[in-house]
């Protein structure tokens, strides 16, 4: 019955404790190996395809005009091949393509038509496969459809290659050709398993370490774990503002790791969603969700807030005169002021174009007209640079306050009539 009873209490800690940590860390290499092979599956493809393209512009640059192919035999009566570009004899490049494959390992086969001509591809004898006909999947995909193509272990001579084909086109227009760039497989493998056996190993140790000490701390183990799948599961529901403990932050180890890159996964989420990206102000979809909490807040709680929406007067007239260019520096540079006018206030947005909101919570409106007075004395007194040209804008600026029984449509028209007020009656003021 101990014995029993031990066992079962082993297997309850495991369930709790070192299973979880286990196959936290089988996700992790998993998930590393599944990311890693990507990432290098899609690095060879353009290293592939610059090298075939690299090796078309050499032959372009140094033989002007077009393909074309001469034959003969040998004295064995075998036919040979001279491929010829421009009227000249291209063949003796074999020296150039053969440095290509001893420095990167890296198979070049030049097809006039759909049969190989120049390659440094041999058979199980060592002899270059000439004359040989490529398959009919890659007739279709490339030299048909005059469209390049990357294959994923596409054997040529059965061996499995990581290929890159694109058609060689004439000055006409017309295809002459196929140019290949390949790596054997085999090789792209055997560089992912050296690479990520240290990596494995080293989250094999650290499974193994993290699970023996769990043994003596696997209650604190066990709620940091779910305090960051709580956390992780808020900003998952939309709550871009969820805290993180800070005792998970602070942790030396694999949870603090975690948590900090839930943290930092969570930052960019926000910058991503809630961010305007130029002026990094906060977006109009993030100005809707404020604005909707606000006033919920005002039905319950009968409190009031101020908006007012500001826009860059004769902003076009910059856009035209200057740039687009010269125009997003103003637009970064008025963002700049009205964070300045906002800030331990409330909010602000980029709310469309050259219009900005202004949230003012907690304030009174009196006190938020005088913060946008301020702001916009400031404003003109600002001078933005342009390729040493010196820009001067102004605002106009229409103010409302958020009456109990207002809703949004309501209150975003209050400031939206007086903008327009104000634009009518000459710019660069502010309407209350």
């Not at 890693?36 to 610059?50: I, P």
């Not at 003969?72 to 150039?96: C, H, Q, S, V, W």
């Not at 198979?107 to 440094?120: E, K, N, P, S």
Request: net charge positive.
């Amino acid at each position: 019955m101990k014995r029993k009873k031990s066992w079962n209490m082993k297997n309850q800690f495991l369930a709790l404790t070192a299973l979880p940590i286990i196959g936290l860390g089988l996700i992790i290499v998993f998930t590393g190996y599944s990311a890693f092979r990507k990432a290098l599956y899609h690095q060879v493809e353009e290293e592939l395809k610059s090298i075939g393209n690299s090796v078309l512009m050499h032959f372009d640059y140094t033989y002007p005009g077009n393909y074309s192919l001469s034959g003969g035999n040998t004295e064995d009566g075998e036919p040979t091949y001279r491929l010829m570009k421009g009227g000249a004899d291209i063949t003796p490049e074999y020296e150039f393509l053969d440095e290509i494959k001893k420095n990167t390992d890296i198979d070049i086969t030049i097809f006039y038509g759909d049969t190989r001509i120049m390659t440094t591809v041999r058979n199980k004898q060592m002899k270059r496969i000439e004359g040989t006909p490529a398959s009919s999947v890659i007739v279709r995909d490339v030299l048909n459809s005059g469209e390049e193509h990357f294959y994923r272990k596409f054997k040529v001579t059965n061996i499995p290659y990581f290929a890159y084909y694109a058609p060689i086109f004439n000055s006409d227009g017309t295809i002459s050709g196929i140019v290949f760039a390949g790596k054997p497989a085999r090789e792209i493998n055997s560089i992912i398993s050296r690479s990520l056996l240290p990596i494995s190993l080293i989250t094999v140790f650290a499974i193994l370490l993290v699970s023996t000490l769990s043994i003596l701390n696997s209650n604190r183990l066990v709620s940091s774990i779910q305090r960051i799948n709580t956390f992780l599961a808020r900003v998952a529901q939309g709550n871009l503002n969820a805290e993180l403990d800070p005792k998970i932050l602070a942790r030396k180890d694999e949870l603090g790791d975690m948590g900090r890159g839930a943290l930092t996964m969570q930052n960019s989420l926000r910058a991503l969603i809630e961010l305007d990206a130029l002026t990094g102000l906060n977006n109009r979809r993030y100005a809707d969700k404020i604005l909707h909490q606000l006033i919920a807040s005002n039905h319950s709680n009968d409190s009031s807030f101020t908006i007012a929406i500001g826009d860059i007067d004769f902003f076009k007239r910059v856009n035209d005169t200057y740039g687009h260019e010269a125009g997003d520096i103003v637009l970064k540079g008025v963002s700049k002021l009205i964070k300045k006018c906002v800030e331990g206030k409330g909010y602000a947005s980029r709310w469309g174009g050259e219009e900005f909101l202004f949230i003012f919570e907690n304030m009174s409106y009196k006190k938020s007209v005088a913060a946008l007075q301020e702001f916009l004395e400031e404003l003109r007194g600002t001078v933005f640079t342009y390729k040493e040209l010196p820009i001067q804008v102004t605002m106009t600026i229409g103010v409302a306050v958020c009456h109990p029984n207002d809703t949004l449509n309501i209150l975003l028209k209050y400031a939206d009539d007086k903008l327009y007020k104000g634009k009518s009656e000459g710019r660069n003021q502010i309407v209350t």
